[in-house]
């Protein structure tokens, strides 16, 4: 098995939703806001080479969208999904399979191209994953998350007839396990990856950044937020306990972090890049 970073640039999202109820004087600490009271975020994503398959986890934002949908976000940066795989000798018809561990825009929005007038996966070659409770979540949506649940993100996935559901309680693979979390959308997806004798956690949303480590650093964007503060709870003990490694999405700087018990709590141990694990 061989992981490798994908990098797809930044956007932007108001700081004041990204933290909830934490006060600015204390969250630009760690990720300062522009004049606009918006902070940089990233869209890294994981690749994963295991056996004959070339799986991806996510796709980011993409760029079907007009300009004034941009225009909220003010997506930047030059690296882009093509281009990074591009640099590791892979294109994207390479890749056999997509992860994606929920159905967000930022997190989903390029597993979709637009061709004129036509909508039609991004990985030709691909069987797209996700789990029956989420999909049915984010096709009939709440009123609070229907913003981020685009249906041309969406439907053609179902449409092209490459949409795959993991079984209820099933992992990916033998090396490729699936957790889940329920508080910041239905059956969120967590990959838990086995890597050279250590355990990798795909965070997805449920650590945005090395900023939001504390459990009360909760989004405004989570639908259940005491949900998630249970869930984080549960899952840093975990973390801590088993030495995970945490691969984060949209930390600007830092790919990988660990954690560590303090006298304030969990909070961060180490953060380092996926190349530097041994």
């Keep these: 098995m061989k992981l490798y970073t994908i990098d797809t640039g930044f956007f932007k999202l108001d700081g004041g939703a990204m933290f909830g109820v934490v006060p600015k004087s204390i969250w630009q600490k760690t990720n300062p806001a522009d004049a606009r009271n918006l902070c940089t975020w990233a869209t890294r994503l994981l690749l994963i080479e295991y056996g004959n398959s070339l799986i991806l986890i996510d796709t980011a934002l993409g760029d079907k969208q007009d300009d004034k949908f941009f225009g909220h976000y003010f997506r930047h940066g ?30 989903c929005g390029g597993a979709v191209v637009r061709n004129g007038d036509r909508l039609s996966p991004a990985f030709n070659n691909a069987r797209f994953w996700s789990n029956e409770k989420h999909w049915n979540w984010a096709t009939n949506p709440n009123p609070r998350e229907k913003a981020s649940f685009l249906k041309e993100n969406i439907m053609p996935l179902q449409e ?15 090396q490729i396990g699936l957790r889940y979390a329920y508080g ?27 900023g939001h480590i504390p ?50 709590g969990i909070r961060l141990k180490d953060t380092f890049t996926l190349e530097d694990i041994g």
């Design 78 to 107: 030059d690296a882009s999904i093509d281009s990074s795989l591009a640099k590791l000798g892979f294109h994207r018809d390479d890749i056999t399979d997509v992860i994606l561990t929920h159905l967000h825009f930022d997190h």
């Design 184 to 210: 910041h959308t239905e059956a969120m997806m967590l990959p838990q990856i086995e890597y050279k004798g250590k355990t990798i956690l795909y965070m997805a949303d449920l650590l945005p950044s090395v």
């Design 215 to 264: 459990l009360p650093y909760v989004m405004s964007y989570d639908v259940r937020p005491l949900t998630t503060m249970e869930e984080r709870q549960h899952y840093w003990e975990e973390i801590v306990d088993k030495e995970y490694i945490l691969f984060l999405e949209h930390d600007p700087l830092h790919p990988c972090c660990t954690l560590q018990r303090t006298e304030k």
């Design 160 to 174: 092209s007839g490459q949409l795959n559901f993991v079984p209820d309680g099933q992992n990916f693979s033998e």
